[in-house]
């Protein structure tokens, strides 16, 4: 049997975009009143609705909103199955601090997308080539490093480095942009 490249592809793509939602994604799930023993199967559910509608997410949309949308439905649907869960039992003050840290989690992702759409721009253009190449049209390492004529450990360590640099970057734009 041959090998499914495409489904190679999709699954790299899908863990790109995932893992660094995933967090965030969990603590939307626990602020919306999901038990905590029900949490990892609720966020086990909007893993896989993310990864089999992937192909119908608009890169032009921030990914953690697109994620959100699906979690909205997927604990929606938690709690219809569970009229008993915690959420009913909650004080409305308590619903309404769940409700508030939620929006803080969201505005905080919100200026992480803006830092990172900032920092992006204020890379050198080979640097924002590359960054394009593998995570905008998800080449694989191997497809940039024939495409430039470099080899495939060249182009993860300028990765690295340009992620490290990024990260920096998202860093202090979002400490400068609150405050803190």
Known sequence: MAPDFARDDNDERFQRKWLPVQASVMAYVLAHGVARQDAEDVLQDIALAVYR???????S??????????AR???CDYH?????????????????QLEQAAVN??????????????????LGRAARS?????????ESVAEIASALQLTASNVKVRLHRIRKSLRCCVENRTTSRTGS
């Open 61 to 70: 949309r921030a990914f953690v909103a697109w994620a959100m949308g699906i």
């Open 73 to 75: 439905h997927k604990v």
């Open 105 to 122: 989690l969201t505005q905080e992702c919100d200026h992480r997308v803006w830092a990172m759409h900032e920092c992006v721009r204020l």
């Open 53 to 59: 509608s992937l192909e119908r997410y608009d890169e």
């Open 80 to 96: 219809r199955r569970r009229p008993l869960a915690l959420w009913p039992l909650l004080s409305e003050e308590a619903k309404q």
């Open 130 to 138: 590359l960054v394009e190449r593998y995570y905008r049209h998800d």
